[in-house]
């Protein structure tokens, strides 16, 4: 099934879940259309606001808005102006009569999701608002992209969801195969069994209780040198800074824990991560092909110094 039909039955399933296909809303005389205009009036900024104005948010054509607002008006639900500003523009607002409309049209519509969602539970509940929100972010709604991830310690849990997570998206990405999988479940592994808090940290990046990066402070082969290693962020959190704010927070860190230099090891297709250690201030230092997880690559390493360090 392609994208397309997956939206497609996607909207077929809601629509019914939800009763578009009803006449009328729920405990309601309002059809859907008409609803959504009195919802816009309800929740103006400004006292009264243009039919056109409201059919740009709707994306209604005007012939069509027209016909709703006279209906609207025609019940009382609806009063019109003249505005002092504009004199040729028509002022809409609510009457008493349509507040009352439109509570009860409300009113009827939350009682409607609730009954949908009473069987579902608190974990359910939550994948449900996360994905809803994912959609609409997807799709371009910049308020559902609102939420700067934050910063925690590592839990019980998050090594193994990062070793798959960071395997899809490495496979999804650059179509590099499971052995990656490999190579991660190693790295992380030893930094589990011999983790010294004196000397390593790690850190997960959660958005609306969603993990979406990570980044691993490691100790190296030599007492003054750490490692800086698999660093990710996920594809819904990027474009906001949080590569560079993961980056950061492990460079304060090993300058806190007093390394002298901090490196890294990764690969150069991984331009974004190339991007956001230089702009940290690394510096390539060495450079080698190999062939690994399926693919032809060329390995890289960056150092930083941490001059004003000493162990």
Known sequence: MTLTDEVRSFNRFYTLKIGLLERHLPASALSLPE??????????LEPGCTAAEIGRRLRMDKAHMSRIV???????????????A????????????????????????????????????????????????DIRAVLGDREAEDGEPRLRPLAPGDISWIVHRQTVLYHQEYGWDWTYEGLASRILGAFVAEFDPTR????????????????????GDEPSVAKLRLLYVEP?????????????????R????????????????????RRTYQAAGFRLTREAPHHSFGHDLVGQTW????RDSAI
């Open 35 to 44: 609803a959504r205009v009195l919802y816009e009036l309800a929740h103006a």
């Open 70 to 84: 006279a209906r609207l008006r025609a019940r009382k639900l609806v009063g019109s102006r003249v505005s002092q």
């Open 86 to 133: 504009h004199g040729k523009h028509v002022l809409l607002s609510l009457t008493n009569a349509g507040s009352q409309a439109f509570a009860a049209a409300d009113a009827g519509a939350r009682a409607q999701v609730d009954a949908l969602l009473s069987p579902v539970d608190a974990a359910g509940r939550d994948r449900l608002a996360n994905a809803m929100r």
């Open 200 to 219: 390593e940290d790690g850190w997960v990046a959660e958005r609306r209780g969603e993990i979406v990066g990570s980044i691993f402070l490691m100790k």
């Open 236 to 252: 819904s959190a990027r474009g906001l800074g949080l590569g560079r704010t993961l980056v950061d927070t492990c460079i304060a």
């Open 254 to 273: 090993a300058r806190a824990l007093g390394y002298r230099r901090l490196t890294l090891w990764t690969n150069d297709v991984l331009a974004s991560a």
């Open 303 to 306: 150092d930083l110094e941490l």
